[in-house]
């Protein structure tokens, strides 16, 4: 490997390390072979001092750490401390070329790391090396669980490894077992989503059933900045409810497009057969202003095959929430219609989590109410992933003011980093049982009893009383002096300070709690 540093850095193309050091692993492999790669969320480096040092995107470890200054050094010391990155793996694998890994193996041919590399390259290139099959030496595993997600995995006989990659070479994003992850995987929020209707009569939850499912079906337009008819977000609702239910086929992604858009004629049902983009035009020539270049159309049924694959082999190994945030973002990222993308985006995060029995029996989970709260964030996760691969994307716009893209770019939508695409989820799902699933039935609870105490007084219709608790709310629990004068002239002084104390108790004492 040609070695470029002449010495430390502080600056390595455009990131600012914490102090000087040395880049190693794979921005040292991205940078000497210019690989066309996105650099690692968490990049490393070997530091100056005795002392470990994890800041601005960098971990640095210390001088003992520094690896040889030599592919397979580097190589080696990727995979004992950085994990898995296969796109990075690929890319260099398709410019190294062969006879140069061969001997990198045969040099300790029975060393765990060198059969690691051996059983990665031959399943991403799809060609075998010229070795011999292994003979001795235990099996290792390819992805090392204390780094990144994983499952139990086969052996592979040939390299002596068990393959505990979560996906196949069609479709396989990795996921980092970061502080926060290993934190929220500790936390058992199933069992705590149960726990928080347990005590909740059977009405009152089939109540805020339909409340939730209405809540979120609007939240997932309003995300698309859309205001559909009562008609689409009711038949999207009724799609929800199914989640889980059925398997996913591509027939199914389909059938879920089919609802998402309706009998709108300008949007052509099934997987694009045409370049895809999410951005903007110039106004005054139509040129496209790319945020994010969806997959080549040429290239979806293999990565479609290869997400549904991956829901297969991991849908009973590795933990719903995670599962959901690979498939759901994967998809996204992929962008395989032309229109409906980003809502079967969500139902998806519905459907792996409702099919492993994580949502309350009747309820779905309000996700897309979660994630409109957290817009932001959820928009700068999408953008972080689509501006990290778009200088390797090369792109002309068409004579229909669409895009064409010019080269292989496919790896890009296989292997990617889905860690923060896991741990926002997370976050999410968090809101959705600590304070969603609560608040709406804790306020079920309290309107029953506001409205029992009102007709307990008064004769009063079901819409009055509901009308009685809007003036309330609107105007911090006092009727308003035009309410009284108007739709409430018939109460009585005594009768308005006495709903007023209710509403009170139940309402401002819920809030404060």
């Not at 971990?59 to 397979?72: A, D, F, M, S, V």
């Amino acid at each position: 490997m040609n070695n470029i540093f002449s010495g430390p850095v502080t600056v390595f193309h455009e990131f600012l390390l914490p102090e000087k050091a040395i880049p190693v692993g794979y921005v040292a492999l991205i940078d000497a072979y210019l690989l066309p790669a996105p650099f690692p969320r968490l990049k490393m480096a070997i530091g100056l001092k005795h002392s470990i040092v994890k800041r601005l995107g960098w971990h640095l470890l210390t001088p003992r750490h520094q690896p040889e200054e030599t592919l397979k050094g580097h190589l080696e010391f990727a995979l004992k401390y950085e994990g898995i990155d296969l796109c990075v793996l690929k890319k260099l694998f398709e410019v190294v070329d062969k006879q140069t890994i061969e001997t990198i193996i045969q040099e300790t041919s029975t060393g765990s790391y060198s059969r690691r590399i051996w059983f990665l390259y031959e399943w991403l290139m799809g060609t075998l090396l010229d070795i011999p099959d292994a003979k001795k030496g235990n099996y290792v595993l390819v992805v090392n669980p204390k780094h990144q997600i994983s499952i139990e995995g086969e052996n592979s006989k040939r390299h002596r490894v068990v393959n505990n990659l979560p996906g196949t070479p069609d479709f396989c994003p990795l996921i980092r077992k970061t502080e926060e992850l290993e934190e929220f995987l500790m936390k058992n929020f199933k069992l705590k989503a149960l726990q928080v209707i347990s005590d909740i009569p059977k009405d009152v939850i089939a109540r805020a059933a339909a409340f939730l499912l209405l809540k979120d079906s609007k939240a997932s337009f309003s995300i698309e900045n859309e205001t559909p008819s009562h008609d689409r977000i009711q038949r999207w609702g009724n799609a929800l409810r199914e989640a889980g239910k059925s398997p996913l086929t591509k027939e199914e992604l389909i059938r879920l497009q089919q609802i998402v858009i309706g009998s709108r004629g300008f949007v052509k049902i099934g997987f694009r057969e045409e370049g895809g983009f999410i951005g903007e035009h110039d106004r005054e020539t139509g040129t496209p202003i790319v945020e994010h270049i969806s997959a080549k159309y040429e290239d979806i049924d293999s990565l479609i095959s290869g997400l549904l694959a991956y829901e297969k082999k991991v849908s009973q190994e590795i933990d719903p929430v995670v599962a959901a945030a690979v498939i759901a973002f994967g998809f996204v990222i992929i962008h395989p219609f032309s229109d409906g993308n980003g809502r079967i985006h969500r139902y998806l995060i519905h459907h792996i989590l409702a099919e492993h029995g994580y949502n309350p029996p009747g309820m779905i989970f309000p996700i897309s109410s979660a994630m409109l709260l957290r817009i932001e964030e959820y928009a700068s996760i999408l953008k972080d992933y689509s501006h990290s691969i778009l200088p390797f994307i090369r792109w002309e716009p068409t004579e229909d003011h669409n895009v064409r893209v010019l080269n292989s770019t496919v790896d890009y939508y296989r292997y990617f980093d889905a860690t923060s695409y896991a741990v926002f989820l997370y976050h999410c799902v968090q809101q959705t049982i600590e304070h969603d699933l609560p608040e709406e039935t804790r306020f079920l609870v309290n309107y029953d009893r506001f409205r029992g105490s009102v007709q307990d007084s008064v004769e009063m219709p079901d819409s009055t009383v509901f009308l009685l608790y809007s003036f309330f709310s609107q105007n911090e629990g006092k009727l308003s002096k035009r309410a009284r004068e108007n739709e409430f002239l018939q109460l009585t002084e005594a009768e308005i300070e006495h709903f007023e104390d209710v509403y009170d108790k139940l309402f401002h004492v819920a809030t404060n709690e």
